[in-house]
């Protein structure tokens, strides 16, 4: 027994080493969805399509954090890597991409797409390395609508009274308090718990987000206002980029473009069915509005935007059509 021992152990050493497991980089994206939603599909599409790229070098973790503006602040401190956010807290970041929370700044999601992915969304994106940040990709989040727990809102004097959640962003604030109501900011994490204490009658957001959070169950009433154009982006951790060859940081660039069109579908089909889906779950829905009697409602916030925005810009956004 005991040399057939030594000879096991013997034939054991004479085998060449086993190699070591292959070392894997995490990267970690948050974002403040479900999975199953528009970032979540859009934060998959590029998870797989990078790791297939860097042949399994790479790991990467996507996390749900409905606190967007504390998931860029780890992104800016490098605690995480990359988010998936809407515009509304990254005008604390990046003060530029405020011009894109405008009103009826856009036409359609033709235009916004068409914008974002033109020179000017491309300088706009160059902004973000002042400020610790890297705007990798425009996503998408839609055009965001209202709901409400009290009544049909048809016109904009219906508006007048409602306490309405509002992201913390100075430029949705002062065009619904123009509107005669009560902008309430506060993180997306305690929308729901305040829609169900009362704390705020309303909230609005695009239809993709409605329909994922099941908002339905504490709103009743939806209107189609779209009046206001949410872009997404991915924002990612300069150091990491910088850490990568050169050949891994461009197979990541083209993994963010996929992801950026995974989102974008998913956008598209969630809003094409999303309205008939809140119905069949018991909302009321108003589809058309006067848009214009919204406009002209608004025209003390628009001159205020002019003055305190780049006046230049939105005209470029407004004016701006596909070649």
Request: charged residues 20%.
């Amino acid at each position: 027994m005991k040399m057939s021992r030594r000879l096991a152990l013997a034939a054991a050493l004479a085998l060449p080493m086993a190699a070591p497991a292959l070392a894997q980089t995490q990267i970690t994206i948050q974002h403040p969805l479900p999975l199953n939603s528009h970032y979540g599909a859009g934060a998959t599409a590029l998870k797989e399509a990078f790791e297939r790229a860097s042949g399994g070098r790479y790991n990467v973790v996507i996390q749900r954090n409905d606190n967007e503006r504390e998931a860029i602040e780890s992104v800016q401190i490098g605690t995480i890597e990359c988010v998936v956010t809407s515009t509304g807290p990254v005008g604390n970041f990046v003060p530029e991409t405020r011009n894109l929370d405008v009103p009826f700044l856009f036409r359609d999601t033709a235009h916004a797409r068409g914008v974002l992915d033109s020179e000017i969304g491309q300088q706009m994106l160059g902004r973000f390395s002042a400020r610790g940040l890297t705007g990798v990709v425009w996503m998408e989040n839609g055009f965001r609508h209202l709901t409400n727990s009290r009544r049909e809102v048809n016109a904009p004097a219906d508006i007048r009274g409602l306490k309405v959640r509002t992201m913390e962003n100075q430029v949705h604030m002062r065009a619904f308090s123009t509107l005669g109501a009560l902008p309430t900011p506060m993180a997306f994490s305690e929308l729901v718990p305040a829609l169900q204490q009362g704390t705020v009658d309303g909230q609005e957001n695009p239809i993709p987000v409605i329909v994922a959070n099941n908002l339905n169950q504490v709103q009743r009433h939806l209107t189609l206002t779209g009046h206001v154009y949410s872009p997404a982006i991915l924002i990612c951790n300069p150091a990491m980029l910088q850490r990568m060859s050169a050949a891994d940081r461009a197979a990541f660039m083209e993994a963010a473009k996929a992801g950026a069109s995974a989102n974008r579908a998913r956008v598209s089909a969630d809003e094409a069915s999303g309205v008939e889906e809140l119905r069949r779950r018991g909302m009321t829905v108003v589809t058309q509005i006067d848009s214009a009697a919204f406009q002209t409602a608004l025209a003390p916030a628009f001159a205020e935007y002019e003055r305190t925005l780049d006046g230049a810009l939105l005209r470029r956004i407004r004016e701006w059509r596909a070649n």
